[in-house]
């Protein structure tokens, strides 16, 4: 099982992003997929869940609206589309299994003002 996140980087406030994270040993979309975030200095908070029914969540209410979680089943790949980015979005983004856990390395994302 692995899973390698991407699309991380620096953009200025306002801007979007778009994780990938590219999964492999598992069909992801048999499995319900998270991504988490971690800022610096502050604990890892869950930030969006996809079920392998396809019903997504979205935790953090300061990205309700700008956030979307998705996949792409033929890619075997979870995304997370990031939009009007803020400088407190900044953190390491991590995508994950939820049950079984499994977890990748984590892409840093930085939003200047």
């Known amino acids: 099982v692995q899973l390698v996140e991407s699309g991380g980087g620096l953009v200025q406030a306002g801007g979007s992003l778009r994780l990938s994270c590219a999964a492999s040993?598992?069909?992801?979309?048999?499995?319900?997929m998270a991504w988490h975030r971690q800022a610096p200095g502050k604990e890892r908070e869950l930030v969006a869940t996809i079920t392998s029914g396809g019903v997504t969540t979205i935790f953090v209410d300061s990205v309700k609206g700008r956030f979307t979680i998705s996949r792409d089943n033929a890619k075997n790949t979870l995304y997370l589309q990031m939009n009007s980015l803020k400088p407190e979005d900044t953190a390491i983004y991590y995508c994950?299994?939820?049950?079984?856990?499994?977890w990748g390395q984590g892409t840093q994302v930085t939003i200047s003002s």
């Open positions: 994950g299994r939820l049950w079984p856990a499994s």
């Open positions: 040993g598992f069909t992801l979309s048999t499995y319900d």
